[in-house]
């Protein structure tokens, strides 16, 4: 221990020393101190109660999303099942979902060209689909395909398309590929102009081919424009029917100027 000394009088005029004990020892914490750390756990305490409490209000029953509390409307092609499937929301806390993910979910679903989704408390999901609309039912010799008139490949399922096109040049659509496109366009303006005509081939040798309802054949071959042999081909009808012809074929492969019958 530590000391020091402090003089006292003494008789020959000099002082005495004493040693002095220097306190020393623990010291206690300043009260403020004391205060900042109570309130600062008591903080701590309150957070992580609120949080284990939150944590069991999602949790309850009344949250939670379920099949009778999820609507799906605009679907035709695709069963709701599917869409509830691929939107997963199902069994989850309503608080946990998010808009966005749910609807680009849906948006990978086939036939699916977009989605918009409404979240509503207490455990409400409302899913509204658009459907791409098929313009035409593809046949090749080993296989069909339900494409769009963008060349998207639509679920076959539901009510068939306008158009069936019946491929004997032994290929297959390809999404990009220009003959497919062409096809594609050309397929959609005649739908369009003459919504009668339900069934088309498509050869190498004539292209786009399909039956009056007088029973004649038009051959519209691939080139030119396809709007102005369809009008073409109104003119010749008239022109034929005035002449009391009877034919087989009009030819319109080569001109939009010209048509050929026989």
Same mark, same amino acid.
């Given at each position: ?20 004990? #220097? ?9 403020? /101190? ?80 977009? /989605? ?71 397929? #959609? ?21 399909? #039956? ?51």
């Amino acid at each position: 221990m530590q000391t020091s000394t402090a003089k006292i009088g003494s008789k020959s005029g000099q002082r005495a020393t004493t040693p002095v004990k #220097r306190k020393t020892g623990l010291r206690l914490p300043d009260q403020a /101190a004391v205060k900042c750390w109570a309130q600062y756990s008591l903080l701590i305490a309150l957070t992580a109660g609120v949080a284990c409490g939150l944590a069991m209000l999602l949790q309850l029953p009344v949250w939670q999303v379920s099949r009778t509390s999820t609507q799906v409307g605009g679907n035709r092609r695709l069963t709701s099942d599917k869409v509830l499937l691929a939107a997963g929301v199902e069994g989850r806390s309503i608080f946990l979902l998010r808009q966005d993910d749910i609807e680009a979910a849906v948006r990978e679903l086939p036939g699916i060209a977009d /989605a918009r989704v409404h979240l509503r408390l207490p455990n409400q999901v409302v899913i509204d689909v658009w459907e791409y609309a098929p313009l035409v039912a593809w046949r090749t010799i080993t296989t069909t395909v339900w494409l769009t008139a963008e060349g998207t490949v639509v679920p076959q399922t539901g009510e068939a398309p306008p158009l069936t096109l019946n491929d004997r040049s032994a290929s297959f659509p390809e999404t990009g590929n220009p003959m497919t496109e062409m096809l594609l366009r050309n397929l #959609r303006t005649l739908s369009e102009t003459l919504p009668e005509v339900r069934e088309v081939d498509y050869t190498r040798e004539h292209g786009l081919t399909f #039956r009056t309802r007088e029973g004649w054949e038009v051959w519209l071959g691939e080139g030119g424009s396809l709007r102005e042999k369809l009008q073409l081909l109104a003119a010749a009808r008239e022109e034929i029917s005035r002449l009391g012809r009877q034919i087989q074929v009009i030819d319109l492969r080569h001109s939009s100027r010209q048509a050929i019958w026989w």
